[in-house]
């Protein structure tokens, strides 16, 4: 084959040309992609943009739903909710945007939940919905009018009052409630599956731009989940509490945590409290004396050793009823010493008393004080009672006021009945827009159990344990720590001391594993008419089979019956499914003192660690005042994980370490 002197040059041509054309191409593909990017970015940012705004108008619908549920206006709450369902129904066009970077592997993942959690969020805040249908059944039963809802709103007395409503219309109102507790748990679900979905989004780093959208929601959320929580819970106690299927009758436990003892606190006070379709329908409340000095000769249960031994009493009277830190067990022990006592008495004229309770109810100082913040101060005959004074002014008057104003003594406690009975009339005339607060301070009160109920229903009191409000000394972790104490005559020493609790977990030099716990007491007050030295029988709870090696700080009794400072016996019991240590210990004011257990752990609590799994309950005393807690567990191992978690710079050795304050039972756990 023959060429021409050009072909080689051609052929060059040709190749250069192809060569551009395919770079033309690859540019202006290229370029189509940079520009597709640019668009789809674009729309991305448009969306996010949009999905933001009706986002923020969702928000300001749930609060506008918020406060016309405040103001009791629930058709106009049920209004607001929809317009948020129909913000969630528009921010979904933007949604579908967003979504279209789910092929994307590092952040396909986060934005599929983040589009899962809108969605959910949606469904709840339209569960919302039937909860004001709830609320408008209940404004309708109790016959206001918008004039007297008004009124409420505006925090003025109306011309009815929930004080003023009929037995047969508070019935019916709280049966409406009580037969919402399935729909009210529904809804707390559809919450907690939000709660998870923006937790889990929460850990992310790839969403987080798009978490901006969903905080104001989360707020809303979270401040709505505790007054629906105690609502579900509350509307379950109604029918045993507040009489709503037939009349209640409730021992009620003024227990003085200024003289703490195991279950709360001295019971220096009682009252019988019926109720009746949600109405209080008699409440008397006497000192607890009264009854005991009444039924004395006759009485022959012999109290707790330790209460002879170092509170000088040898039978066991209601007013020490509370020995077990276990609420339901005190009680039981309440009711039945109650009762006891009052089949001795002939004449009851001037004791209240009932021949059967259907529950108890045990309310500390700390209770009221906080309920006195809401109502603003109370005045009883010449004595004014504020948050700040109630606690030191109700004991100033029952152990000295009532002589200057010439008050027997039996009758020195009266002005207690008096005063429960206006605070109840206060709470009830606290506008709608304040209820939630009653509800928030109730609720704190149960978890830091200055508030204590038991029902003799079994049913309502497995559901009363459930949630923490029964004062049950329970665990369901390998290991458990209680330290209880009982104030044995020494006044109202209680609020001068100081408490720290430090826990240890390691191994000797024999490599063994061992506990410790550390308690120390600061002594913070002077001797006057409230305060002396303080005298504590000591109680360490731990799981059943832990072994006592040796103890510190124990007396054979305080500095002036002991002055040597002999040293005190420490009792080992097994009670509550726990084992028990308990001794004396006793502190001077203005001094300092610790006292020390140390123990070999049980079987099941080493076992965990073997497995690399340790989980630990620290239980609060129920009317301790919330005291500081150091944990130290030395692992011999390196920690994984732990819930609560370190501070980030003790992270990555083989121990936990956490201080914190105790004030509600704590659950920590931990992975080697």
């Given at each position: 084959m023959s060429h021409t002197t050009n072909f080689l040059h051609h052929t060059q041509t040709d190749v250069v040309k192809q060569k551009r054309r395919r770079t033309r191409l690859v540019r202006m593909i290229l370029l189509f992609v940079f520009f597709a990017i640019l668009f789809w970015t674009m729309a991305l940012l448009a969306a996010s943009a949009y999905v933001a705004v009706h986002m923020f108008d969702a928000k300001q619908d749930m609060l506008e739903a918020k406060e016309f549920a405040q103001e009791l206006i629930f058709e106009d709450a049920q209004v607001a909710l929809q317009h948020a369902v129909d913000s969630f129904d528009s921010a979904r066009v933007g949604l579908s945007v967003i979504a279209s970077v789910q092929w994307i592997p590092v952040v396909g993942r986060s934005v599929e939940l983040f589009v899962d959690s809108i969605h959910s969020s949606e469904l709840f805040i339209e569960a919302l919905i039937p909860l004001f249908d709830l609320g408008d059944d209940l404004v309708r039963l109790s016959g206001l009018s918008k004039e007297e809802l008004m009124k409420m709103q505006q925090g003025m007395t109306p011309e009815i009052t929930f004080g003023d409503l009929s037995s047969e219309t508070k019935q019916a109102i709280l049966a409406r409630l009580s037969a919402s507790a399935e729909d009210l748990d529904l809804l707390l679900a559809r919450m907690d599956?939000?709660?998870?979905?923006?937790?889990?989004?929460?850990?992310?780093?790839?969403?987080?731009?798009?978490?901006?959208?969903?905080?104001?929601?989360?707020?809303?959320?979270?401040?709505?989940?505790?007054?629906?929580?105690?609502?579900?819970?509350?509307?379950?106690?109604?029918?045993?509490?507040?009489?709503?299927?037939?009349?209640?009758?409730?021992?009620?436990?003024?227990?003085?945590?200024?003289?703490?003892?195991?279950?709360?606190?001295?019971?220096?006070?009682?009252?019988?409290?019926?109720?009746?379709?949600g109405d209080i329908s008699q409440l008397e409340t006497a000192d607890v004396y009264t009854l005991d000095d009444a039924a004395a000769s006759k009485i022959q249960r012999t109290a707790p050793t330790p209460l002879q031994t170092y509170n000088a009493t040898t039978k066991w009277f209601f007013r020490d009823a509370n020995w077990s830190p276990d609420f339901p067990a005190s009680s039981q022990a309440a009711m039945s010493l109650f009762l006891e006592e009052v089949g001795f008495i002939e004449d009851l004229t001037e004791i209240p008393s009932s021949k059967a309770f259907d529950g108890v109810i045990g309310i500390t100082p700390d209770y009221v004080a906080d309920l006195l913040v809401l109502t603003g101060p109370?005045?009883?005959?010449?004595?004014?009672?504020?948050?700040?004074?109630?606690?030191?002014?109700?004991?100033?008057?029952?152990?000295?006021?009532?002589?200057?104003?010439?008050?027997?003594?039996?009758?020195?406690?009266?002005?207690?009945?008096?005063?429960?009975?206006?605070?109840?009339?206060?709470?009830y005339q606290l506008p709608s827009k304040r209820w939630e607060e009653v509800l928030r301070v109730t609720q704190k009160a149960l978890k830091e159990k200055q508030l204590l109920l038991y029902s003799t229903n079994s049913q309502t009191q497995e559901m009363l344990q459930s949630v923490g409000w029964a004062g049950s000394v329970a665990s369901s972790t390998s290991d458990t720590l209680m330290v209880v104490d009982a104030n044995l005559a020494s006044l109202k020493s209680d609020p001068a001391v100081e408490r720290s609790v430090q826990y240890e977990l390691f191994k000797n030099a024999s490599e063994q594993w061992i506990g410790r716990v550390s308690i120390t007491y600061n002594h913070k007050g002077v001797f006057d008419w409230k305060t002396t030295r303080y005298r504590t029988y000591t109680r360490v709870y731990l799981p059943l089979g832990s072994t006592l090696i040796r103890s510190r700080g124990s007396w054979l009794n305080d500095k002036t019956q002991n002055p040597t400072k002999a040293v005190g016996p420490v009792d080992q019991v097994d009670e509550l499914g726990f084992t028990s240590f308990g001794t004396f210990t006793s502190v001077e004011p203005g001094e300092q003192s610790m006292l020390v257990f140390e123990f070999q752990p049980s079987t099941q609590v080493i076992q965990q660690i073997e497995v690399d799994q340790y989980d630990l309950t620290v239980l609060k005393q129920a009317g301790a005042q919330n005291n500081a807690l150091t944990i130290d567990l030395d692992f011999d191992k390196n920690v994984t994980h732990a819930r609560p978690s370190e501070d980030a710079q003790q992270w990555g050795d083989d121990r936990y370490r956490l201080n914190t304050i105790l004030d509600q039972d704590l659950e920590i756990y931990v992975s080697l």
């Open positions: 599956i939000v709660n998870e979905e923006l937790l889990l989004l929460s850990e992310d780093v790839q969403i987080q731009p798009f978490l901006v959208f969903l905080d104001p929601i989360k707020q809303q959320l979270d401040q709505m989940r505790a007054s629906l929580s105690i609502l579900s819970i509350g509307a379950r106690l109604l029918p045993d509490f507040a009489g709503l299927d037939q009349p209640a009758t409730l021992l009620l436990l003024f227990l003085n945590n200024t003289e703490l003892r195991p279950a709360g606190g001295f019971i220096g006070s009682y009252g019988v409290l019926k109720t009746f379709s109370i005045t009883i005959g010449s004595q004014t009672f504020t948050s700040e004074n109630i606690i030191d002014a109700l004991e100033y008057q029952v152990e000295f006021g009532y002589k200057t104003q010439g008050i027997p003594v039996h009758q020195r406690k009266a002005l207690l009945a008096d005063l429960v009975n206006e605070l109840k009339s206060r709470l």
